[in-house]
Nanobody, 117 residues
Framework: VQLQASGGGLVQPGGSLRLSCAAS????????MGWYRQAPGNERELVAA???????NYADSVKGRFTISRDVARNTVYLQMDSLKPEDTAVYYC????????????WGQGTQVTVSS
């Protein structure tokens, strides 16, 4: 199983980035996909998740600014991040969790997002 995250980088406050996570080795349609982030000194936290049916949920801190989506044909989940703030700076991780088998839980390698002027 491999979750390959990409799209991180340095952006100014108010800017945008789109993260991608390409999954292989899993039946993508049976996994809830999520993005988590971890800033230095903080615990890893859920940013957004999308179910197999397309339902989404977001952390309060990113509601209205971030959008998660999934492309079943490409086995890829995206995180569109707009109106970025310095407090969004963190390493972002892609996560895949099987709908029924909780032990089938996988993480990507992380991609750094830095919001700074």
């Amino acid at each position: 199983v491999q979750l390959q995250a990409s799209g991180g980088g340095l952006v100014q406050p108010g800017g945008s980035l789109r993260l991608s996570c390409a999954a292989s080795g899993i039946t993508f349609s049976t996994y809830v996909m999520g993005w988590y982030r971890q800033a230095p000194g903080n615990e890893r936290e859920l940013v957004a998740a999308v179910t197999t049916g397309g339902d989404t949920n977001y952390a309060d801190s990113v509601k209205g600014r971030f959008t998660i989506s999934r492309d079943v044909a490409r086995n890829t989940v995206y995180l569109q991040m707009d109106s970025l703030k310095p407090e969004d700076t963190a390493v972002y991780y892609c996560n895949a969790r099987h709908v029924f088998i909780s032990l089938r839980l996988y993480w990507g390698q992380g991609t750094q997002v830095t919001v700074s002027s």
